[in-house]
């Protein structure tokens, strides 16, 4: 998706008329066509502040991945691919989880990893903060615990989740809370992230998507608006990027991009009116 999807902006569906012939009010969408308009409104805005629509192509190095998912929520992304490189350079080729652990303590620590990387970025703005070199470390040895040192294994993972596995949910539920309280990562916007640059295949079940899908749904008053669990989230996400062109990787990233934009600033009106998708969805 290299520019916002293109779709028309008709007006939405009328109720039948009401009594004595007089017209009824607009019937409320539904939340597929509800979620369309917002993935559109979504990318038109990325777009009007030159942030990238395509995904991130999928990596084999999950070392990497752990890298880039803990770096990007408060690094600008220019900033972000040169923390990366730099790692890259002294990691081998599909670097799991466990290659980033020990390469760090091989370093001497985190602190000297990150001066070795001239990454000394820390997990939020303050000084006596964490570096992220820590949390990345701390991240990775979650995955290592948890028999998830490959994206293979996340990705595997996440498949077994999409497909109602009870045991994999709660292997899920499990991996996601110890990520989740590394320093700086509570908000498991770096969770989510991880699993898109492992390449998965399917939006991700995760609190991005169902307050992004919640909101959506209850500013445009969709039918059958209460806001839905993770897991259904992710399949009505997916379904209005269909209906505008967009693959689950694609809407995933829209929606992780916005989310992000959303949390570093107070939310500003789209330069461009929210459009509405072809009428009978």
């Known amino acids: 998706m290299d520019t916002a999807p293109a779709v028309a902006d008709p007006a939405p569906p009328a109720a039948p ?19 369309a308009v917002a993935v559109v409104a979504a990318a038109r ?9 395509e995904p991130p192509a999928p990596s ?15 690094v600008d992304a220019g900033t972000t691919a040169r923390v990366v490189g730099r790692c890259r350079g002294v990691l081998p080729p599909d670097a799991g989880a466990g290659d980033l652990v020990a390469a760090v303590d091989a370093a001497g ?3 000297a990893w990150a001066a070795a990387t001239a990454t000394r970025h820390r997990v939020l703005p303050s000084p006596e903060a964490p570096l992220k070199a820590e949390a990345a470390r701390a991240a990775a040895a979650v995955l290592v615990e948890h028999g998830l040192a ?3 294994a996340l990705v595997g993972l996440l498949a077994a989740v999409r497909a109602d596995d009870e045991a994999a949910r709660g292997r899920w539920d499990a991996v996601r809370g110890a990520w989740c309280a590394v320093p700086g990562q509570a908000s498991g916007r770096s969770w989510h992230r991880l699993l898109v640059l492992a390449g998965a295949a399917h939006v991700v079940p995760d609190e991005d998507v169902r307050r992004a899908v919640g909101r959506a749904l209850r500013e ?23 209906a505008v062109g967009a693959s689950p990787r694609e809407v995933d990233h829209l929606v992780w991009r916005d989310e992000l934009r959303r949390g570093r600033r107070p939310a500003a009106a789209s330069p461009v009116p929210p459009p509405q998708p072809p009428g009978g969805w």
């Open 45 to 53: 805005r990325l777009q009007a502040a030159g942030e990238p629509l």
């Open 220 to 242: 445009r008053g969709a039918t059958g608006s209460r806001a839905p669990d993770p897991l259904a989230a992710a399949r009505l996400l997916e379904e209005a990027g269909e």
């Open 109 to 111: 620590g985190p602190a």
């Open 60 to 74: 084999s190095a999950a070392a990497l991945c752990v890298v880039e998912a803990v770096w990007a929520p408060r």
């Open 150 to 152: 490959s994206t293979a």
């Open 17 to 35: 008329p009401g009594a004595g012939g007089t017209a009824a009010e607009p019937a409320p969408p539904s939340p597929v066509r509800a979620l």
